[in-house]
């Protein structure tokens, strides 16, 4: 992700339908956006055509429709933001991101288990 590209929340919901379905046309993920709330198609092209612009997606203009796939994985997109969200809103403290989160909205069982295992893994000196 290009720095002081940040996604939008409707550009958010483009990238994880794409993250999905890997390359795909402006139709198709418009077929996707539109099984959970009324969008239009334009609405669509326009936000991909921006995105393309901001460097948050790659078109492939080979054949007739064009293929648009993210420019950045899912993990690498969701790190950055994090990153930012830490810095600019918890003074860079990751434990008070993640007690807020871990406060607003509780953890199931097995997320639990995991974080757990994180942090005994960087207790440890991993990574």
């Known amino acids: 992700m290009p720095d002081g590209k940040k996604p939008t929340t409707a550009e958010l919901e483009i990238l994880n339908v794409l993250w999905r379905l890997g390359p795909a046309t402006v139709r198709q993920v418009h077929e996707e956006l539109r099984r959970k709330r009324a969008t239009g198609y334009t609405t669509v092209l326009k936000l991909m055509q921006i995105m393309t612009e901001k460097g948050l997606l790659k ?15 899912r993990g690498r997109t969701q790190r950055q933001m994090v990153r930012d969200l830490a810095d600019r809103l918890f003074g860079g403290s990751a434990a008070a991101l993640a007690i807020q989160a871990l406060s607003n909205k509780p953890a199931s069982r097995q997320e639990l288990e995991e974080i757990r295992r994180m942090l005994d893994e960087l207790e440890r000196g991993g990574s």
């Open 59 to 73: 078109r492939d203009d080979s054949a007739r429709a064009h293929l648009y796939r993210p420019a950045a994985g």
